[in-house]
């Protein structure tokens, strides 16, 4: 079955640093998503990516699909206390048979030292 | 709108036992699925459904079965519970199937013993 790899499964930072997490797939995507899950809670939707090469920002967001749509990352920029938690990418294959099933990474768990 | 709700928020139940696990939406969704959170293991995804009467097996289904009777209903039913059956279950819904974002319930955090 479809396999998405994300890395790395932890990351500390201090507050104010960068973070990136990324996905891989060994086989083209139709499309990604991107989801975050606080401590104790649940997912909750940040974006979808569609198209090759695309680049997407909120705020100090940054999201990228590769041009082979083969990957993505997620880039957080002078990250604050609130960005604690865990995300996850998600994602379909292109042109499969499984229509419905999306595939989560196995998420990053982002800490944030004040 | 509620959006997705779950019940119970919390269950324990001995190897053996079978139990419901309930999921609804109010949102009018077409697409609801199940999928179970274990530590660094991410969300697999357990069964999902594109419309009433219609479903099918995710990645991981075996010991769980479900029914969509109605678009706003989606329970998940657990056989014969196992310990290796103990996570966090989450419902979610969405207006289409995966190329639409999904909306996540609060979740049940499920202990066998």
């Known amino acids: 079955g479809q396999q998405v790899m994300q890395i790395p499964q932890y990351q500390h930072v201090q507050e104010g640093e960068d973070f990136t997490t990324y996905c891989n797939s060994s086989?083209?995507?139709?499309?990604i998503q991107w989801y975050k899950q606080r401590p104790g809670g649940h997912p909750v939707f940040l974006i979808q990516l569609v198209k090759s090469g695309e680049v997407k920002k909120q705020k100090r967001l940054t999201f990228q699909f590769g041009e082979a749509k083969k990957n993505s990352s997620l880039h957080i920029t002078a990250t604050q206390t609130t960005d604690v938690g865990t995300y996850f990418c998600a994602a379909r294959n292109a042109g499969g048979t499984s229509y419905g099933k999306l595939t989560f990474g196995q998420g990053t768990i982002l800490t944030v030292h004040p | 709108n509620a959006g997705v709700t779950q019940t119970p928020k919390f269950q324990v139940l001995k190897t053996g036992q079978s139990m419901t696990l309930q999921c609804a939406q109010d949102?009018?969704?077409?697409?609801m699925s199940w999928y179970r959170q274990d530590p660094g293991m991410g969300l697999r995804l357990i069964h999902y459904s594109v419309g009433a009467g219609i479903t099918d097996q995710g990645e991981v289904p075996n010991g769980y079965n479900v029914s969509r009777s109605t678009t706003e209903d989606f329970p998940l039913r657990l056989l014969s519970a196992a310990p290796s059956q103990t996570s966090v279950y989450f419902c979610?819904?969405?207006?289409?199937?995966?190329?639409?974002?999904?909306?996540f319930g609060p979740g049940t955090r499920l202990t066998v013993t």
């Open positions: 949102m009018n969704h077409e697409y």
């Open positions: 086989t083209t995507l139709s499309n």
């Open positions: 979610a819904s969405s207006p289409g199937a995966a190329t639409y974002e999904q909306y």
